[in-house]
C-alpha cells in the first residue's frame, strides 16, 4: 500500500516563502512520476506542477510559473515543491500524487494519470 504524506504547509505572508515535502513509501518511488495540486475553498482541485521519474522533465501550471519549483531526492523517496513570492491565490490545500507507472517517462498534467495520493497540507497565504 503507497503511502504519501505531505508537510510543510502553514501561514505565510504574501511575497514570502514555503517549501512542501512529500515523503513515499510502499512504492519504488524513482519509478513514478510525482505531482502537486491544490484545492481551494469552493474549487476544483487543479494541478499545479509535476515531475519524471528522473527529475528532467517538469511541467508548471501558468499560475505558479516563475515562483514554483518542483524537485525529487530519490535517494530520500521525497519530492519537494519550493513556493516563493507566494500570492493569497496561492491559498490552498495542496495535495502530492504519484501517477501510474505508464507515465514514468514525463511530467503529466491530467488529475486521472495520477492514482495515489496524500491527505494534503493547507498553505495559507495572508495579504
Known amino acids: 500500500q503507497v503511502q504519501l504524506v505531505e508537510s510543510g504547509g502553514g501561514l505565510v505572508q504574501s511575497e514570502g516563502s514555503l517549501r512542501l515535502s512529500c515523503g513515499v513509501s510502499?512504492?519504488?518511488?524513482?519509478?513514478?512520476?510525482m505531482g502537486w495540486f491544490r484545492q481551494a475553498p469552493g474549487k476544483e482541485r487543479e494541478f499545479v506542477a509535476s515531475i519524471d521519474w528522473s527529475g528532467s522533465k517538469t511541467n508548471y501550471d501558468d499560475s505558479v510559473k516563475g515562483r514554483f519549483t518542483i524537485s525529487r531526492d530519490n535517494a530520500k523517496n521525497t519530492v519537494y515543491l519550493q513556493m516563493i513570492s507566494l500570492k493569497p491565490e496561492d491559498t490552498a490545500v495542496y495535495y502530492c500524487?504519484?501517477?501510474?507507472?505508464?507515465?514514468?517517462?514525463?511530467?503529466?498534467?491530467?488529475?486521472?494519470?495520477?492514482?495515489?495520493w496524500g491527505q494534503g497540507t493547507q498553505v495559507t497565504v495572508s495579504s
Open positions: 500524487a504519484a501517477a501510474n507507472v505508464a507515465w514514468r517517462y514525463i511530467a503529466p498534467v491530467a488529475t486521472p494519470l495520477f492514482d495515489s
Open positions: 510502499g512504492r519504488t518511488f524513482s519509478s513514478y512520476a
